[in-house]
């Protein structure tokens, strides 16, 4: 008994093609958040870069020009005023931590958590 073989059926189509699927549209819906995020990392590195040389900045000061930065990226989320300065010892620590959620499809969603900090010397 000589059996032909014919290749993938639709079935088989499906089975491959719906998982694949349902990653790219996750995919899809995370990147923004991932570009958001490098956005606000790139603007605390540069608001961090430009109080390097100051002995004793301001917090205010450097909520201020995180502020203006995140209005010339377009960053909404998070606010300035979420990120945290703080001093540590003798170092000033710019820390943003926040949550974004991605909807799929339905009541399905994905809940990515952020973290940064950055050094002040």
């Known amino acids: 008994m000589r059996s032909r073989q014919r290749g993938i059926t639709f ?9 694949l699927a349902v990653v790219m549209l996750a995919v899809l819906k995370v990147l923004p958040l991932y570009m958001n995020q490098f956005k ?3 603007a605390m ?6 109080n390097r040389g100051d002995s004793n900045p301001s917090p205010q000061v450097m909520h201020n020009e995180l502020e203006k930065r995140f209005d010339i990226e ?3 989320t998070p606010n300035p ?3 945290e300065i703080a001093r540590e010892g003798d170092v000033w620590v710019m820390t943003a931590q ?6 799929l499809f339905g009541n399905l ?13």
């Not at 926040?98 to 909807?103: F, G, L, S, V």
Request: proline share 2%; glycine share 2%; hydrophobic share 50%.
């Open 74 to 76: 377009s960053i909404e």
């Open 45 to 50: 590195e540069e608001t961090a870069a430009a």
């Open 11 to 19: 079935i088989g189509w499906v089975v491959l093609l719906v998982p």
């Open 98 to 103: 926040y949550d974004r959620e991605a909807t």
């Open 81 to 83: 005023q979420d990120v």
């Open 109 to 121: 969603s994905l809940l990515v958590h952020f973290s940064k900090r950055v050094v002040l010397q």
């Open 40 to 42: 606000v990392a790139k």
